[in-house]
Protein backbone atom coordinates (compact mmCIF):
# COMPACT_ATOMS: atom_id res chain seq x y z
CA UNK A 1 0.00 0.00 0.00
CA UNK A 2 1.37 4.00 -1.02
CA UNK A 3 2.22 5.95 2.16
CA UNK A 4 0.38 8.88 2.64
CA UNK A 5 3.70 11.79 1.46
CA UNK A 6 2.07 14.59 3.99
CA UNK A 7 4.18 13.00 6.52
CA UNK A 8 7.45 13.50 4.40
CA UNK A 9 6.50 16.76 3.35
CA UNK A 10 6.48 18.10 6.87
CA UNK A 11 9.67 16.67 7.52
CA UNK A 12 11.89 17.82 4.28
CA UNK A 13 10.39 21.61 5.42
CA UNK A 14 11.10 21.21 9.21
CA UNK A 15 14.51 20.84 7.38
CA UNK A 16 14.91 23.60 4.63
CA UNK A 17 13.84 27.70 4.56
CA UNK A 18 10.75 27.64 2.02
CA UNK A 19 10.43 31.19 3.41
CA UNK A 20 13.35 32.53 1.62
CA UNK A 21 13.76 29.99 -1.18
CA UNK A 22 12.02 32.26 -3.56
CA UNK A 23 13.93 35.30 -2.95
CA UNK A 24 16.99 33.21 -3.91
CA UNK A 25 18.95 32.09 -7.33
CA UNK A 26 17.13 31.06 -10.10
CA UNK A 27 14.08 30.83 -7.63
CA UNK A 28 13.62 34.33 -8.32
CA UNK A 29 12.91 33.66 -11.89
CA UNK A 30 10.07 31.15 -10.98
CA UNK A 31 8.70 33.69 -8.58
CA UNK A 32 8.57 36.66 -11.38
CA UNK A 33 7.18 34.38 -14.06
CA UNK A 34 4.68 32.46 -11.78
CA UNK A 35 3.17 35.43 -10.85
CA UNK A 36 3.39 37.04 -14.67
CA UNK A 37 1.06 34.19 -15.55
CA UNK A 38 -1.33 34.09 -12.62
CA UNK A 39 -2.08 38.16 -13.67
CA UNK A 40 -2.98 37.16 -17.25
CA UNK A 41 -5.91 35.21 -16.37
CA UNK A 42 -7.01 36.42 -12.43
CA UNK A 43 -10.37 37.59 -11.64
CA UNK A 44 -9.86 41.26 -10.82
CA UNK A 45 -9.71 42.43 -7.01
CA UNK A 46 -10.98 42.07 -4.68
CA UNK A 47 -11.88 38.30 -5.69
CA UNK A 48 -11.25 35.57 -3.48
CA UNK A 49 -8.30 33.28 -3.90
CA UNK A 50 -7.45 30.30 -1.78
CA UNK A 51 -3.65 30.07 -1.90
CA UNK A 52 -4.03 25.86 -1.16
CA UNK A 53 -0.11 24.54 -0.07
CA UNK A 54 0.98 28.32 -0.12
CA UNK A 55 3.40 27.38 2.37
CA UNK A 56 4.34 30.52 4.63
CA UNK A 57 2.56 33.01 1.89
CA UNK A 58 4.57 34.27 -0.96
CA UNK A 59 1.81 34.39 -3.45
CA UNK A 60 -0.62 35.31 -0.38
CA UNK A 61 0.98 38.69 1.10
CA UNK A 62 1.84 39.47 -2.81
CA UNK A 63 -1.83 39.03 -3.70
CA UNK A 64 -3.41 40.92 -0.24
CA UNK A 65 -1.41 43.68 -1.42
CA UNK A 66 -3.01 43.76 -4.94
CA UNK A 67 -6.66 43.64 -2.77
CA UNK A 68 -7.37 40.37 -3.01
CA UNK A 69 -9.04 38.56 -0.21
CA UNK A 70 -6.73 35.94 0.28
CA UNK A 71 -7.25 32.31 2.25
CA UNK A 72 -3.82 30.38 2.92
CA UNK A 73 -4.13 26.73 3.53
CA UNK A 74 -0.99 24.40 4.11
CA UNK A 75 0.01 21.07 5.94
CA UNK A 76 2.89 21.97 7.33
CA UNK A 77 2.72 23.42 10.65
CA UNK A 78 6.17 25.50 10.50
CA UNK A 79 4.47 27.28 7.15
CA UNK A 80 0.99 28.23 8.75
CA UNK A 81 3.03 29.90 11.97
CA UNK A 82 5.56 31.58 9.64
CA UNK A 83 2.12 33.11 8.13
CA UNK A 84 -0.11 33.78 10.90
CA UNK A 85 3.50 36.22 12.25
CA UNK A 86 3.55 37.54 8.90
CA UNK A 87 0.20 38.52 9.23
CA UNK A 88 0.64 39.99 12.19
CA UNK A 89 3.44 41.98 11.04
CA UNK A 90 1.73 42.94 7.93
CA UNK A 91 -1.92 44.27 8.81
CA UNK A 92 -1.87 46.76 5.48
CA UNK A 93 -1.75 43.34 3.39
CA UNK A 94 -3.29 40.33 6.00
CA UNK A 95 -4.37 37.61 4.99
CA UNK A 96 -8.36 36.71 5.32
CA UNK A 97 -7.18 33.41 7.38
CA UNK A 98 -4.51 31.22 7.53
CA UNK A 99 -5.14 27.26 8.26
CA UNK A 100 -3.83 23.66 8.40
CA UNK A 101 -4.85 21.66 6.05
CA UNK A 102 -4.75 19.25 3.39
CA UNK A 103 -5.29 20.20 -0.50
CA UNK A 104 -7.49 16.91 -1.21
CA UNK A 105 -10.15 17.69 1.57
CA UNK A 106 -10.77 21.64 2.08
CA UNK A 107 -12.72 22.99 4.48
CA UNK A 108 -14.27 25.75 1.86
CA UNK A 109 -18.06 25.38 1.06
CA UNK A 110 -19.09 24.61 -2.36
CA UNK A 111 -18.47 27.55 -5.19
CA UNK A 112 -17.01 30.30 -2.57
CA UNK A 113 -14.22 31.50 -4.05
CA UNK A 114 -13.54 32.76 -7.26
CA UNK A 115 -9.76 31.46 -8.14
CA UNK A 116 -7.62 28.72 -6.60
CA UNK A 117 -3.52 28.36 -6.23
CA UNK A 118 -2.08 24.94 -6.19
CA UNK A 119 1.61 25.70 -6.70
CA UNK A 120 2.74 22.79 -4.58
CA UNK A 121 -0.21 20.36 -3.69
CA UNK A 122 0.05 18.03 -7.47
CA UNK A 123 3.67 17.08 -6.79
CA UNK A 124 3.80 16.32 -3.61
CA UNK A 125 0.92 14.15 -4.17
CA UNK A 126 2.30 10.99 -5.27
CA UNK A 127 -0.22 8.80 -6.13
CA UNK A 128 -2.84 9.88 -9.04
CA UNK A 129 -6.07 9.56 -7.52
CA UNK A 130 -4.50 11.94 -4.89
CA UNK A 131 -3.86 14.28 -7.41
CA UNK A 132 -7.40 14.01 -9.21
CA UNK A 133 -9.09 14.26 -5.57
CA UNK A 134 -7.08 17.90 -5.14
CA UNK A 135 -7.70 18.97 -8.46
CA UNK A 136 -11.53 18.21 -7.91
CA UNK A 137 -11.55 19.85 -4.64
CA UNK A 138 -10.54 23.08 -6.15
CA UNK A 139 -13.30 22.88 -8.78
CA UNK A 140 -15.66 22.10 -5.80
CA UNK A 141 -14.74 25.32 -4.13
CA UNK A 142 -14.31 27.18 -7.14
CA UNK A 143 -17.53 29.78 -8.53
CA UNK A 144 -19.01 29.54 -11.87
CA UNK A 145 -15.85 30.35 -14.46
CA UNK A 146 -13.18 30.88 -11.32
CA UNK A 147 -9.49 29.81 -12.37
CA UNK A 148 -7.51 27.14 -10.80
CA UNK A 149 -3.66 27.82 -11.60
CA UNK A 150 -1.94 23.91 -10.80
CA UNK A 151 2.05 23.56 -10.78
CA UNK A 152 3.56 20.88 -11.29
CA UNK A 153 7.33 19.74 -11.89
CA UNK A 154 8.87 18.33 -15.01
CA UNK A 155 9.74 15.19 -15.32
CA UNK A 156 13.16 16.35 -17.08
CA UNK A 157 13.74 18.51 -14.07
CA UNK A 158 16.48 16.26 -12.36
CA UNK A 159 18.13 15.33 -15.69
CA UNK A 160 18.46 18.84 -16.46
CA UNK A 161 19.81 20.43 -13.03
CA UNK A 162 22.14 17.49 -12.85
CA UNK A 163 23.52 18.74 -16.05
CA UNK A 164 23.39 22.13 -14.93
CA UNK A 165 25.10 21.61 -11.38
CA UNK A 166 27.41 18.56 -12.37
CA UNK A 167 25.24 16.33 -10.56
CA UNK A 168 25.74 13.31 -12.74
CA UNK A 169 29.17 11.82 -10.82
CA UNK A 170 26.69 11.29 -7.98
CA UNK A 171 25.55 7.91 -7.76
CA UNK A 172 23.17 8.30 -5.02
CA UNK A 173 21.49 11.24 -7.37
CA UNK A 174 22.17 9.24 -9.68
CA UNK A 175 19.67 6.66 -8.89
CA UNK A 176 17.04 9.33 -8.05
CA UNK A 177 17.28 10.83 -11.66
CA UNK A 178 16.83 7.02 -12.66
CA UNK A 179 13.85 6.58 -11.24
CA UNK A 180 12.42 10.47 -12.06
CA UNK A 181 12.87 9.65 -16.31
CA UNK A 182 11.25 6.07 -15.36
CA UNK A 183 8.29 6.32 -13.19
CA UNK A 184 8.24 10.38 -12.39
CA UNK A 185 8.64 8.99 -8.96
CA UNK A 186 10.71 11.04 -7.25
CA UNK A 187 12.24 9.72 -3.68
CA UNK A 188 15.36 11.11 -1.75
CA UNK A 189 17.20 8.38 0.48
CA UNK A 190 20.24 10.08 0.98
CA UNK A 191 19.34 12.66 3.86
CA UNK A 192 20.86 15.34 1.51
CA UNK A 193 17.51 17.94 1.24
CA UNK A 194 19.22 19.77 -1.71
CA UNK A 195 17.98 16.58 -3.34
CA UNK A 196 14.61 17.42 -2.67
CA UNK A 197 11.48 15.09 -1.12
CA UNK A 198 8.83 12.39 -1.72
CA UNK A 199 7.41 13.92 -5.28
CA UNK A 200 5.57 13.47 -8.26
CA UNK A 201 7.02 14.73 -11.85
CA UNK A 202 5.03 15.00 -14.58
CA UNK A 203 5.44 14.98 -18.20
CA UNK A 204 3.48 17.93 -20.01
CA UNK A 205 0.56 16.16 -21.37
CA UNK A 206 0.15 14.29 -18.00
CA UNK A 207 -0.46 17.26 -16.72
CA UNK A 208 -2.87 18.36 -18.94
CA UNK A 209 -4.82 15.00 -18.97
CA UNK A 210 -5.35 15.16 -15.20
CA UNK A 211 -6.46 18.26 -15.13
CA UNK A 212 -9.07 17.63 -17.76
CA UNK A 213 -10.09 14.37 -16.26
CA UNK A 214 -11.08 16.40 -13.32
CA UNK A 215 -13.84 17.77 -14.86
CA UNK A 216 -12.05 21.29 -15.43
CA UNK A 217 -11.62 23.50 -18.87
CA UNK A 218 -8.00 23.26 -19.34
CA UNK A 219 -6.83 26.57 -21.20
CA UNK A 220 -3.32 26.17 -21.09
CA UNK A 221 -0.01 24.63 -20.13
CA UNK A 222 2.45 26.81 -19.86
CA UNK A 223 6.00 26.66 -18.72
CA UNK A 224 7.23 28.44 -15.94
CA UNK A 225 10.94 29.32 -15.72
CA UNK A 226 11.34 27.74 -19.62
CA UNK A 227 14.89 27.46 -20.37
CA UNK A 228 15.81 30.76 -17.95
CA UNK A 229 16.54 28.85 -15.07
CA UNK A 230 19.76 27.14 -16.91
CA UNK A 231 21.21 30.47 -18.09
CA UNK A 232 25.09 30.85 -17.26
CA UNK A 233 25.70 32.93 -14.71
CA UNK A 234 22.12 33.67 -13.54
CA UNK A 235 22.93 36.00 -10.54
CA UNK A 236 24.47 38.62 -12.65
CA UNK A 237 21.75 38.44 -15.22
CA UNK A 238 19.47 38.57 -12.88
CA UNK A 239 21.14 41.65 -10.96
CA UNK A 240 20.69 43.75 -14.13
CA UNK A 241 17.26 45.15 -15.08
CA UNK A 242 17.75 44.77 -18.51
CA UNK A 243 18.88 41.43 -18.78
CA UNK A 244 16.77 40.62 -16.29
CA UNK A 245 13.70 41.84 -18.82
CA UNK A 246 15.60 40.39 -21.89
CA UNK A 247 15.24 36.98 -20.21
CA UNK A 248 11.90 37.02 -19.01
CA UNK A 249 11.08 38.38 -22.86
CA UNK A 250 13.04 35.50 -24.69
CA UNK A 251 10.91 32.97 -22.42
CA UNK A 252 7.57 34.38 -23.13
CA UNK A 253 8.45 34.03 -27.21
CA UNK A 254 8.73 30.24 -26.89
CA UNK A 255 6.27 29.58 -23.95
CA UNK A 256 3.81 28.15 -26.47
CA UNK A 257 6.76 26.12 -28.41
CA UNK A 258 4.98 22.48 -26.93
CA UNK A 259 8.23 21.13 -27.77
CA UNK A 260 10.39 23.07 -25.57
CA UNK A 261 8.04 22.77 -22.17
CA UNK A 262 9.44 20.23 -20.51
CA UNK A 263 12.93 21.96 -20.38
CA UNK A 264 11.43 24.14 -17.37
CA UNK A 265 11.78 23.03 -14.29
CA UNK A 266 7.96 23.97 -13.26
CA UNK A 267 5.04 23.93 -15.36
CA UNK A 268 1.98 25.69 -14.65
CA UNK A 269 -1.71 24.37 -16.06
CA UNK A 270 -4.39 27.12 -16.27
CA UNK A 271 -7.79 25.88 -16.24
CA UNK A 272 -11.49 27.36 -15.71
CA UNK A 273 -14.61 25.78 -14.26
CA UNK A 274 -17.60 25.48 -16.33
CA UNK A 275 -20.86 26.63 -15.85
CA UNK A 276 -23.22 23.69 -15.57
CA UNK A 277 -25.02 24.67 -18.67
CA UNK A 278 -21.24 24.75 -20.35
CA UNK A 279 -20.35 21.38 -19.11
CA UNK A 280 -23.84 19.52 -20.34
CA UNK A 281 -23.64 21.09 -23.82
CA UNK A 282 -20.00 19.75 -23.93
CA UNK A 283 -21.21 16.08 -22.99
CA UNK A 284 -23.91 16.17 -25.46
CA UNK A 285 -21.87 17.06 -28.33
Not at 27 to 51: G, N, Q, S, W
Request: with cysteine; net charge negative.
Amino acid sequence: MPTDPIQDIVAHYQEVDEDSRLRTGCFRLEFARTKELILRHLPRTPAVVADVGGASGSYSFWLAGLGYQVHLVDPVPKHVGQATRACELQRDQSLASVRLGDARKLDFADESVDAVLLLGPLYHLTERDDRLACLREAQRILRAEGIVFAAGISRFASLLAALHEELLGDPEFTAILERDLREGQHRNETGNPVYFTTAYFHRPSALAEEVMESGLSLLEILPVEGPGWLAKDFDRLWASPEQRERMMWCIRQIEKEEELIGVSAHLLAIARKQRISDSGASKSR
